[in-house]
C-alpha cells in the first residue's frame, strides 16, 4: 500500500514532533550525576595504555612525576573540536611547569587522522579504547559526555574532572604552574 502526500507529511511531523520531543526530555535531564563523576577525584589513574595514530602504545604512567590534562573529544563533536585550538595555544603558555595536553579520541582512527590533517594540533593524541569499559568511562565519564577532561596531578591521581568544553578560565587554573614544582 502506497501512502499519499498528506500521509507522508503527517508521517513526518510525528517523527519529528518525536525527535524534537526526546531532545527536549534529554536535554532537561543531567547527562550524570555530580556525585557520579566527583567520586573519581582523588583516586589513583587507573594503568591505561593507548596508542597513536600510528599504533605506537603510550603508557600514561610514564608520565608520572608530570600534571596531565587529558581531552577526550571525537571529531564529530562540535564543542571538543572548537574548545581544540584554545588546548594547542595553552599547552604552550606556561613552558616547562604545565601540564602536559593529551587529546584522547573517542573516534574511528580513520576519522581522526583525517581531521587532523585538515586541523592540526600540536599536543600528542591517542586513540581511546571504545569497547568496555571504554578509556573516558575508566576516568569518571560515567554519562559518556564529550568533550570530557580530567586533570592528572603529578603524583598520578585525578585531581579534577570536568563534563563539556573546558573555558580559558578553567584552562588557566589547570594549567598554571604547580606551587612548589611540577
Same mark, same amino acid.
Given at each position: 500500500?502506497?501512502?499519499?502526500r498528506?500521509?507522508?507529511?503527517?508521517l513526518?511531523?510525528?517523527?519529528?514532533?518525536?525527535a524534537?520531543?526526546?531532545?527536549?526530555?534529554?536535554?532537561?535531564?543531567?547527562a550524570v550525576?555530580d556525585?557520579?563523576? $566527583?567520586?573519581?577525584?582523588?583516586?589513583p589513574?587507573?594503568?591505561?595504555?593507548?596508542?597513536?595514530?600510528?599504533g605506537?602504545l603510550?603508557r600514561?604512567?610514564?608520565?608520572?612525576?608530570?600534571?596531565?590534562?587529558?581531552?577526550f573529544?571525537?571529531?564529530?563533536?562540535?564543542?571538543c573540536?572548537?574548545?581544540?585550538?584554545?588546548?594547542?595555544?595553552?599547552?604552550h603558555?606556561?613552558? +616547562?611547569?604545565?601540564?602536559?595536553v593529551?587529546?584522547?579520541?573517542?573516534d574511528?582512527?580513520?576519522?581522526?587522522?583525517?581531521f587532523?590533517a585538515?586541523?592540526?594540533?600540536?599536543y600528542?593524541?591517542?586513540?581511546?579504547?571504545m $569497547? $568496555?569499559?571504554? $578509556?573516558?568511562?575508566q576516568? %569518571?565519564?560515567?554519562?559518556?559526555?564529550?568533550?570530557y577532561?580530567?586533570?592528572?596531578?603529578a603524583d598520578?591521581?585525578?585531581?579534577?574532572?570536568? +563534563?563539556g568544553?573546558?573555558d580559558d578560565?578553567r584552562?588557566?587554573?589547570?594549567?598554571k604552574p604547580?606551587? %612548589?614544582?611540577h
Amino acid at each position: 500500500m502506497m501512502l499519499g502526500r498528506s500521509n507522508w507529511l503527517i508521517l513526518g511531523l510525528a517523527v519529528l514532533a518525536a525527535a524534537i520531543g526526546g531532545y527536549a526530555e534529554r536535554r532537561g535531564q543531567p547527562a550524570v550525576s555530580d556525585h557520579a563523576s $566527583t567520586s573519581f577525584v582523588g583516586q589513583p589513574m587507573p594503568a591505561i595504555d593507548l596508542p597513536d595514530l600510528d599504533g605506537k602504545l603510550h603508557r600514561l604512567s610514564d608520565y608520572r612525576g608530570r600534571r596531565l590534562v587529558l581531552n577526550f573529544w571525537a571529531s564529530w563533536c562540535a564543542p571538543c573540536v572548537e574548545e581544540m585550538p584554545a588546548l594547542d595555544r595553552i599547552s604552550h603558555k606556561f613552558g +616547562e611547569r604545565a601540564p602536559i595536553v593529551i587529546g584522547i579520541a573517542m573516534d574511528d582512527p580513520a576519522h581522526v587522522r583525517a581531521f587532523l590533517a585538515a586541523h592540526p594540533v600540536h599536543y600528542l593524541v591517542l586513540i581511546g579504547r571504545m $569497547t $568496555t569499559p571504554d $578509556t573516558s568511562l575508566q576516568l %569518571g565519564d560515567v554519562g559518556q559526555v564529550l568533550p570530557y577532561s580530567v586533570l592528572i596531578g603529578a603524583d598520578g591521581r585525578i585531581s579534577a574532572i570536568h +563534563e563539556g568544553p573546558l573555558d580559558d578560565s578553567r584552562l588557566d587554573q589547570w594549567l598554571k604552574p604547580a606551587q %612548589g614544582g611540577h
